[in-house]
């Protein structure tokens, strides 16, 4: 058995994953794989929408027998999932949630469950999925960089401490690479005789704001798991039901560590291509290049693509920051130095891009922002969530409020408690922050009086654009059928041939009578139709852009 095993695992080092693991499992003793009926999601929190997917409508027909059940300590979380009103704004989810909850199909019977009950739920299922947070480290060695693992230890003892029977147990959260290894040694001290574990890594890929959508039709599926039988076996347990709706060709299997270490590699180079045409943006505004037709021009390169080459005022969320931060304190602490200034590098761009484009607005405005009122429209990181952690806005509103500005508020999604909370998190003043900052329930009410309005998210209510088409697939030989002037690529979007507001979008015609003059827009987004905006009289300031202020 043993010598079967090092065969197989030796054949690993040669091939592709989806090869090499089919080639082990053929040198494998052949073992039946079980089939899960039952599954306990431990963490209630942005990862959970993940979980709706099994029991959602394109896979019911295949998964009518599936239990998903969705467990948290936070009793108030809980009745939030229960509810209508749930704890996270995400398009099309609540009509999923209830489709599975509330068995609102007809012939169908309810097979999404929320409990506090963490113990019954771990006792009863069939495998667990860990997904609970993993923030950056706040005090100890490797603060601020170090993942913290003490949620994934205290639900790794938990399953432990419970278990009456053998279990598959997947690693949702992002962790470091390795992580498995130290969740087999806790079983091992604390499982009771007799039950056994299969540790999968299956990192979810979600995009806030796109995040049902990747549920539903994503780019893959990852599942790595350890090449012996039984961790072969347990793949394919997984593989089963992921393959009720996605296709087979999607779904990848592999080693477990490269499956932990992918993610935080993925995470880390979408912001190192945020980060690269940030830092072009930079170049553009002082030689009067646009960042728009650069990273058009640059996302024409079948080697690069399109995707992620928004020129902005710099990333946010929970994810990039937070694993680029994991992924170089791995590096320092294999002794790899250099790769760590690499990494860190990226997050460097990102905190300049921000505090770049507060000193634009400050050197616009004259130099100072005492007794001027700014209007923030979003604090979301992204549109289409309510998720403000690590979002540019949290900066930018600390640094005008440090300038003397009186700061009006408005996202139509991010809950006012959680704007207060980071705010209050970051600011060395808290009783002047709360002196100076407001926050409305309208993008008009918060223009009223503006000196200023800076868009920091890119909600589609703050453009004066229509979206347009997907553009065409562009070869070599094809040149593009949009000329470079109209074309924000990024965003999606082509000069607006309406004459009249569209519904549910700010009427800057309107916010143009309420401001004060001369009438500034911070666009941090590229968003606007600056040509359209500046015949109404606005001095539009864009990323990337020329303007009436050059700051190096």
Known sequence: MAALQVEAIQLLRSDTPVESNKRAAEHLPVQSHS?????????????????TSPTSPPSCPKNPDVEVTIVDLSERRIQAWQSDDL????PDLLEVVQSARDAIIEG??????????????????????????TPTKTIGRGQGRQSEMSYVEAAIRKIAEVAEDDKIIVEKSTVPVRTAERMREILAANCRPGVSFEILSNPEFLAEGTAIKNLLTPDRIIIGSLNTAAGL??????????????????????????SELAKLAANCILAQR?????????????????????????GLDSRIGPKMLGASVGFGGSCLKKDILSLAYIAESLHLPQVADYWRSINDINEYQKDRFSRRIVECLHHSLTNKRIAILGFAFKKDTGDVRESAAISIVNDLVSEGGSIAIYDPKAPDENIWYELESTSP????????????????????????????????????????????AVDATTPPRTPLATVAPQEGYIESKETKPVAGRVDWAHVATVMRKPMYIFDGRNVIDEVKLEAMGFRVEGIGKAGTVRVS
């Open 35 to 51: 089939v899960i009926k039952k599954i306990c999601c431990i963490g209630a929190g942005y990862v959970a929408s993940t979980f």
């Open 87 to 90: 704890p996270i704004h995400e």
């Open 108 to 133: 169908r019977k309810p097979n999404l469950f929320f409990s506090t009950n963490v113990d019954q739920a771990i006792k009863e299922a069939d495998c667990i999925f860990v997904s609970v947070n």
């Open 233 to 258: 076996s347990a793949a394919e347990s997984l593989v089963d039901i992921y393959a009720t709706w996605v296709p087979r060709n999607r779904i990848i299997t592999m080693n477990l560590w490269s």
């Open 274 to 298: 945020i980060s690269s045409i940030n830092a072009l943006s930079a170049i553009c505004e002082v030689t009067g290049a646009d960042i728009a037709e650069v990273s058009y021009a640059c």
């Open 429 to 472: 003043d808290i009783k002047l922050l709360h002196e100076r900052v407001t926050i409305y329930r309208s993008a008009h009410e918060a223009c009223v009086g503006a000196h200023a309005v800076v868009i920091v998210t890119e909600w589609d209510e703050f453009s004066n654009k229509t979206k347009a088409k997907p553009l065409p």
